[in-house]
C-alpha cells in the first residue's frame, strides 16, 4: 500500500480542511491524526468541533474509508474527546483508541521531542495501525490518484 504524507507541522483543523482536498482518490484510507496543536492553542471546544466537523465532511467520499487517531487528553480537556467520538460515529470513521497512540508515544525513541514522532515512532504507529486494521482492509492498487511521488512518512 503506498502512503502519502500530507502533513505539515503546526497544523490545525483550519489548516487540515484544505489539505485534504489534495486527496484525489477514488479509493481511499484516510488517516486523519490531527488536534493536538488545537488543543495546546486552546482553540475552544464548540470552534473544534466545527472545524472537526467541516474536515470529515470534505474527507468522505464513495470508496474512501476514514481513520482518525484519538487525542490522548490532558487533565480537563475531556471536551476534545467527546467531540472525536460523537463525529466519528456520525461520519462513519474508524476511531483508534488514544491508547494505541499514548503508547507509541510513550515508546523510548519514538518521539524528537516527547510529542512528534520520529522515524521509528512514525514506524511503530504504522504498525499499531496495522494491526488493528489490517485485516479488514482490502488490498488496493499501487496507486491512489494523490499528487505528488507517494512517500513513506510511516
Not at 74 to 88: D, I, S, T
Request: no cysteine; aromatic share 6%.
Amino acid at each position: 500500500m503506498d502512503v502519502v504524507n500530507l502533513a505539515e507541522a503546526g497544523s490545525m483543523l483550519v489548516h487540515a480542511t484544505s489539505q485534504v482536498e489534495r486527496v484525489t482518490a477514488i479509493r481511499a484510507l484516510v488517516l486523519l491524526e490531527i488536534g493536538g496543536n488545537d488543543l495546546f492553542a486552546k482553540t475552544p471546544p464548540p470552534e473544534f468541533e466545527r472545524g472537526l466537523e467541516v474536515l470529515l465532511q470534505r474527507a468522505q467520499a464513495p470508496g474512501r474509508q476514514l481513520v482518525m487517531l484519538e487525542l490522548p487528553l490532558p487533565p480537563f480537556a475531556n471536551e476534545y474527546g467527546v467531540v472525536q467520538r460523537r463525529l466519528a460515529r456520525k461520519h462513519g470513521a474508524i476511531l483508534i483508541p488514544k491508547r494505541f497512540f499514548a503508547r507509541v508515544l510513550a515508546g523510548d525513541g519514538n518521539t524528537t521531542d516527547g510529542l512528534h514522532l520520529s522515524a521509528k515512532g512514525h514506524r511503530k504507529m504504522a504498525e499499531t495501525i496495522w494491526r488493528l486494521l489490517g485485516n479488514s482492509l482490502q488490498a488496493r492498487p499501487r496507486s491512489f490518484g494523490f499528487p505528488g511521488p507517494p512517500t513513506s512518512a510511516w
